[in-house]
Nanobody, 120 residues
Framework: QVQLVESGGGLVQPGGSLRLSCAAS????????MAWYRQAPGKQRELVAL??????TTYDESVKGRFTISRGDTKTVYLQMNSLKPEDSAVYYC???????????????WGQGTQVTVSS
């Protein structure tokens, strides 16, 4: 079926940058929307960035001006993270609303998560 593979996480110093990637594969007709979530230990998973089908984007207030969600020509979702802060440390998850049929309604899929640690 549909599989999301995330990459790009790692350890970075405050003020540094990382680019997360999420590659979707499988029987995908089209992607309706895509998003990035993050979850720190002991905290609820939160929405970081969202892109709808038309390309409009929204961001959590804490990352506005620093993070950018984008979509490649292929079934790939990116999250460019600049000016990283220690409080950005979390496991980041790709979330995609994908259509696997031109007739049936879409389903939501999650990536496995990638660790981002911001520390000096």
């Amino acid at each position: 079926q549909v599989q999301l593979v995330e990459s790009g996480g790692g350890l970075v110093q405050p003020g540094g940058s990382l680019r997360l990637s999420c590659a979707a594969s499988g029987n995908i007709d089209r992607i309706g929307q895509m998003a990035w979530y993050r979850q720190a230990p002991g905290k609820q998973r939160e929405l970081v960035a969202l892109m709808i089908n038309g390309g409009a984007t929204t961001y959590d207030e804490s990352v506005k001006g620093r993070f950018t969600i984008s979509r490649g020509d292929t079934k790939t979702v990116y999250l460019q993270m600049n000016s990283l802060k220690p409080e950005d440390s979390a496991v980041y998850y790709c979330n995609v609303l994908a259509f696997t049929s031109s007739t049936l309604p879409p389903s939501t899929y999650w990536g496995q998560g990638t660790q981002v640690t911001v520390s000096s």
